[in-house]
Structure formats: C-alpha cells, structure tokens
C-alpha cells in the first residue's frame, strides 16, 4: 500500500527512533529527580527544549511540552482566556482551523464567550481558503482577548499570512495564538518573525512519535499568562503539570532538528512530488478539478500559498468514500481525518463555499519525505482506475 496520507500522521523517521531508544530502557529516570537517574533525563529534557527553541526561533523557558497540539491548542486558548477575563469575552478565529481549535472555542461560546468566524477566499479564487488580513482588523473589538489563526491548513495547504496578522493585532494589542502543526517541518517557522504570542505544533506531523507535541508561549513583551489546564506536581512552570514524556520530547526535538536541517531540500522534494502528483492526475481525469490555492500561488518569491505536500483534488460526479473502497492499496483522506469519523462533509471544504456533495467527492493527498516518483505514478493510475470505476457505477 502506498501512503498518501502525511497531513494525517508520519512514520517515525529511524533517525529519531534512534535518538528516542535509550530513554525507554537504561536512561528511563524522571527528570524530577535529585539523583544521577533523574538527572540525566533532565539533562536531555533541556537539550531538546534548546534545539526546539532555536528551530523556532523562541527561548527555551517559551516552550511548554504537552500532549500534543489538541492539549497545546486547548491550554493557548482556554489558558489565555480564563486568565484574561477582565479584558473582555470575545474570540475571533477562522471557519477552516481544525476542530482542535473550534471545539474548545465552540464550549467557550456555550459559556458567556462571544466568537468571531472569519470567512475565506471562496473556491474559485487562486487564493482559495485564504484569510485577508484586513477581516482580522474588522473583526478585533476592544472586548478581544485573543485571535487564533492556523499557519497552514490540514485539508487544502493553504499557508496564511500571519506576519500581517499579527502586525493587526499588536496594533489593537490582542494576543495572536497560531496553530502551526502542519507547518512546523514543511515552511520556515519562525516565532518573531511571525510575531505570534502563542504556538502549537506536535511531533507526529513531522516524522516525531505520537502523543507529544510542544506550545510556545511568549515570554517577554509581553509576558503571556496562562492558566494551567492539567495541574499537579507543578510541572513546566506550573503550565502543564504530569511527568515528561521524555523519550517523546527527545523525539520530538531530533524530528525538528532533521526537518530544520533539511528543509530546502525536503521542500524541494515534496513540491517535485506533489506537482508530479498533480500533473498526472489532471492528465489523467481532465475534468478533476483543484481544490484550495494555486499550486503555484505566492505572496512573494518567499512566500508560497500552499504547503509543499498537500494536493486536494475534487472528482465530480464521484464520492471521496467510494474512490478510497475502489482503490485499497492507496491511503488516502477524503476531507480531514478527524471528520471523516463523523461522515459529515468536510468544514473546510464547505467554507470554500462548496456544496456537500462537492465536497464529499474531494480527495486529499499529504506527500512525505519517504514516497518516490515511482509510488506517485502508481498512485495517480490508482486514482484514474478508481475514478472510472465509481463513475460506471453511478451509470
Ligand atoms: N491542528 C492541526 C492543524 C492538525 O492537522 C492536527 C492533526 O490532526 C492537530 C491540530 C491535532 O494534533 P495532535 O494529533 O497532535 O493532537
């Protein structure tokens, strides 16, 4: 089976299982402890908060280690919010972030929160799914206590300008929380160039283990306060309390360390892949249609609208579900991974202004660092039989 599915999780790169190993078995201490144990699990516990700090451009006290980036994006926001009350009750985020960002948002709202949806470039834009800043300044009240916008997103690619986002919200002096997990590996992330206050991400998009991920939290101009959502032994300055996952921490940092690296090249790889991807799709199924922004689409030479691996097709007249039964040796998303559990069409594509059942006949393909040409050619015949076969079907 070939896997196309790198916006939904990654394999561990060797190298990172590697770096992890040992801190399974003779260096298992608890970096709470005084002795030599907890002591050498300590040591690499900060050395992996300096490498990780240093590829994002923060200091190592900034970083928080949780869970991953549902925990991370739940503690930024309801951190934040618990703590910033007095300022105000309003939110303002996007209709595409990932439900990891809308559902605490949505329990915020039930209480006495209000939330500001900022609408996207419709379908037929070369910028599809992509946020105007100028919405941002519209939308920031004095009430405001905190934006969140994703850095690029999980089902089309598309990569917002949060430079100027945040350059709109340091004007009006509101926090600036970024959901960067699907970037982190595949753009340059850099915390003060973006000027963001907060900033998850999480190993396992990136060829890091599962069930560990980082928030970077700003700890000068301002000092951003949280309050805790896991509390206990007083863990991570009190932010994120329970003893550290340090095997998946040391993972984590390898996995950024190798995809900082490497990212010219590993960006130039995936984009020959995904073009290659693209290009032999639409030859083969002429009336497919792309989904999200211009392959090519860019801001300026440094800034690309669409992430390297991500390519969104849409087959009219077919059904992702069917495609994915017709073709079980390619993996594949038809929508997000996380609402493809709940057989509703995908919110992302339907705020692209598409209809269900556009959308349910979208496919998503994630590139990734261990595909080959030959994999992708194989993978667009798949796709081409797949689509012939559910349209004779439908006859
Ligand atoms: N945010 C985005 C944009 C994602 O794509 C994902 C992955 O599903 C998450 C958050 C959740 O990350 P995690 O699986 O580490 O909780």
């Given amino acids: 089976t070939i896997y196309l599915d790198h916006h939904a999780t990654t394999p561990v790169d060797p190298r990172v299982l590697d770096a992890m190993l040992p801190f399974f078995t003779e260096k298992f201490g608890n970096p709470g402890s005084v002795h030599t144990f907890g002591e050498e699990a300590r040591e690499a516990v900060d050395a992996a908060r300096q490498t990780i700090a240093a590829a994002i451009g923060a200091d190592a006290p900034e970083i928080v280690f949780t869970s991953g980036?549902?925990?991370?994006?739940?503690?930024?926001?309801?951190?934040?919010?618990?703590?910033?009350?007095?300022?105000?009750?309003?939110?303002?985020?996007?209709?595409?972030?990932?439900?990891?960002?809308?559902?605490?948002?949505?329990?915020?709202?039930?209480?006495?929160?209000?939330?500001?949806?900022?609408?996207?470039e419709p379908h037929d834009s070369p910028r599809a799914g992509w946020l105007d800043p100028a919405h941002v300044a519209d939308a920031v009240r004095d009430e405001t206590c905190l934006v969140s916008v994703m850095l690029a997103n999980n089902e089309i690619g598309v990569v917002q300008p949060l430079a100027e986002i945040a350059a709109e919200c340091k004007e009006r002096g509101v926090l600036l929380h970024c959901d960067a997990t699907q970037a982190v590996g595949k753009l340059p992330v850099n915390v003060e160039q973006f000027d963001v206050d907060l900033m998850s991400f999480t190993a396992h998009k990136l060829y890091g283990p599962k069930g560990v991920g980082a928030l970077y939290v700003r700890g000068r101009n301002p000092v951003v306060r949280l309050a805790p959502q896991i509390t206990g032994g007083g863990h991570e300055q009190a932010r994120r309390s329970g003893t550290l996952n340090v095997p998946g921490i040391v993972g984590l940092a390898t996995a950024i360390q190798l995809a900082t690296d490497d990212l010219t090249a590993e960006?130039?790889?995936?984009?020959?892949?995904?073009?290659?991807?693209?290009?032999?799709?639409?030859?083969?199924?002429?009336?497919?249609?792309?989904?999200?922004?211009?392959?090519?689409?860019?801001?300026?030479?440094?800034?690309?609208?669409?992430?390297?691996?991500?390519?969104?097709?849409?087959?009219?007249?077919?059904?992702?579900?069917?495609?994915?039964?017709?073709?079980?040796?390619?993996?594949?998303?038809?929508?997000?991974?996380?609402?493809?559990?709940?057989?509703?069409?995908?919110?992302?594509?339907?705020?692209?202004g598409l209809s269900a059942d556009e959308a349910r006949s979208c496919l998503r393909f994630g590139v990734g660092r261990f595909n080959t040409l030959e994999q992708i050619d194989r993978a667009a015949e798949m796709v081409a039989a797949a689509v012939a076969k559910v349209r004779q079907m439908g006859e």
């Fill in 69 to 120: 980036a549902t925990e991370s994006n739940n503690l930024a926001i309801r951190g934040v919010t618990e703590r910033r009350r007095r300022r105000g009750n309003h939110l303002v985020s996007v209709r595409t972030e990932h439900p990891a960002v809308l559902d605490p948002l949505e329990r915020l709202a039930e209480q006495d929160f209000k939330v500001t949806l900022l609408e996207v």
């Fill in 267 to 352: 960006v130039a790889f995936l984009t020959q892949l995904r073009d290659h991807l693209a290009q032999q799709i639409f030859s083969a199924v002429p009336d497919a249609r792309l989904v999200g922004p211009a392959l090519d689409a860019r801001l300026s030479y440094a800034s690309p609208l669409r992430l390297p691996n991500n390519l969104n097709v849409m087959f009219p007249g077919t059904d992702g579900e069917a495609l994915m039964l017709a073709m079980p040796e390619l993996a594949v998303s038809s929508g997000a991974a996380c609402s493809s559990m709940r057989d509703e069409p995908s919110h992302v594509l339907m705020a692209l």
